[in-house]
């Protein structure tokens, strides 16, 4: 019988023998695999446990503050790295969305290498939110989240924790070890972030503008409890200026689309049919609150043939 209590004890168990009195670096996300995986390891190793967050300047308002000070909340020992610059110079000017991955992919793990090297003799192991999903369809799983694979040369172990575990049991799991649940049923977030829900180039100006824009949509759907009728809801961002009017002034400025989903898989998803009422209130929040905004669309597009994320 399935009993997640059970289950919890014989993972810490299994940890604590398997990593004995070793030091065990674990990379946090933001998500929920790293959360639940740093909860487990934390009970089963206490303080040998040392948690890494990088800030890639292409994280959600408040994200990297809120899981920082839920895991500092729990004794955990997480290390911030603000790598901002490293990861938006490099993308600077960079349009197409497969070179920004693949430059985010690898400064993600330049960053986490030469972070690591500062406690280099005293860990032993790399610990990774892996789940059963990603064993399995590990060639379409692009997630910053367990890209240290062991070729990357760390000199570490790899240890997974719930490598064996579906989504919905580390949420089970999440909930029993006592993480937030607004952290356990938040929507996916891609590895890449907001560099690829700006079409095109990235700057510091449009990174702002999406963040807030993101946060408006984010907060509304919670207000009104529609955040878990949908799977997946986004602000995106479009360099593209179409004419506006203030007062009497005519000018030109940007466009989000917002993008809001239904899926079970994420392989084929349908536009979430959100009232109107509710599309007037975002859309009016957004212009009325960024006013290089004037223009808001609603993408009800499915997948196929489009895809949920714009890049
Ligand atoms: P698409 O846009 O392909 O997205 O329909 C399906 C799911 O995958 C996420 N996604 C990504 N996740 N790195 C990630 O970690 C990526 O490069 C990436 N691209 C898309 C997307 O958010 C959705 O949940």
Redesign the pocket.
């Known amino acids: 019988q399935w009993n997640i209590s059970s289950i919890s004890k014989a993972l810490v168990s299994e940890l604590k023998h398997t990593i004995g009195t070793d030091k065990v670096l674990l990379g946090i996300s933001g998500g929920v695999d790293s959360a639940v995986s740093a909860l487990l390891l934390h009970k089963a190793i206490g303080k040998q446990l040392h948690c890494m967050f990088i800030d890639t300047g292409l994280l959600r308002k408040y994200e990297a503050n809120f899981i920082v000070s839920q895991l500092s909340a729990l004794n955990i020992q997480i290390h911030h790295v603000n790598a901002q610059n490293a990861f938006l110079k490099p993308l600077q000017g960079v349009t197409e969305p497969n070179k920004k991955?693949k430059i985010i992919g690898n400064i993600f793990i330049r960053t986490f290498k030469k972070e690591s090297k500062k406690w280099h003799r005293r860990i032993t192991w790399l610990a990774q939110g892996t789940i059963y999903s990603d064993v399995i369809e590990s060639a379409g799983?692009?997630?910053?989240a367990h890209i240290i694979k062991p070729h990357h040369n760390l000199r570490f172990r790899l240890i997974e924790p719930i490598r064996d575990l579906f989504k919905d049991e580390v949420r089970t799991l999440g909930r029993e070890l006592g993480l937030l649940p607004s952290i356990i049923q938040q929507h996916?977030?891609?590895?890449?972030g907001l560099a690829?829900r700006i079409i095109g180039k990235i700057t510091p100006l449009y990174l702002r503008i999406l963040r807030e824009a993101d946060t408006i949509f984010i907060e509304e759907l919670k207000k009104e409890n529609l955040y878990h009728t949908v799977d997946?809801a986004f602000a995106v961002f479009l360099p593209l200026q179409s004419v506006g009017v203030t007062g009497d002034q005519r000018r030109y400025a940007y466009t989000i689309a917002l993008r809001a989903v239904q899926t079970k898989d994420?392989m084929t998803?349908q536009w979430a049919p959100l009232e109107y009422p509710f599309l007037q209130t975002v859309s009016r929040r957004i212009t009325n609150e960024i006013p290089e905004v004037t223009r808001v669309v609603y993408d009800i597009s499915s997948?196929p043939p489009a895809?949920?994320?714009w890049e």
């Open positions: 991955r799983n692009h997630s910053t996916p977030f891609p590895g890449p690829i997946q994420y998803a997948k895809t949920i994320e």
